[in-house]
Nanobody, 120 residues
Framework: QVQLVESGGGLVQAGGSLRLSCLASGSSFSINAMGWYRQVPGKERELVAAFTSGGSSNYAESVKGRFTISRDNAGNTVYLQMNSLKPEDTAVYYC??????????????WGQGAQVTVSS
């Protein structure tokens, strides 16, 4: 089973930057897709940025040009560099991973969430 551990959330002023990290740990797995979603109370969870199974990256229109998703060489850690933050970026950010186990079964899992608060 894969576990996702997030770090890097916090409080920042508008225009500032934060970097989120997400480490996937476990035994004998292969990551297919991995990325970041966010959620505010009363709204559905929405995609922020993610690497697809084909290796390309997708971004929400609202964060294009400000956020950058990257990963380490092993592909088990993803980062979200968030620049020019706006108050509307305030949310709980969740790491997501779609992976295949050693037995060949596909699973999806979520991290515990990291609070990002942008003050005006």
């Amino acid at each position: 089973q894969v576990q996702l551990v997030e770090s890097g959330g916090g409080l920042v002023q508008a225009g500032g930057s934060l970097r989120l990290s997400c480490l996937a740990s476990g035994s004998s797995f292969s990551i297919n897709a991995m990325g970041w979603y966010r959620q505010v109370p009363g709204k559905e969870r929405e995609l922020v940025a993610a690497f697809t199974s084909g290796g390309s990256s997708n971004y929400a229109e609202s964060v294009k040009g400000r956020f950058t998703i990257s990963r380490d060489n092993a592909g088990n850690t993803v980062y979200l560099q968030m620049n020019s933050l706006k108050p509307e970026d305030t949310a709980v950010y969740y790491c997501y991973a779609d992976y295949t186990s050693a037995g060949g079964t596909d699973f999806a899992t979520w991290g515990q969430g990291a609070q990002v608060t942008v003050s005006s």
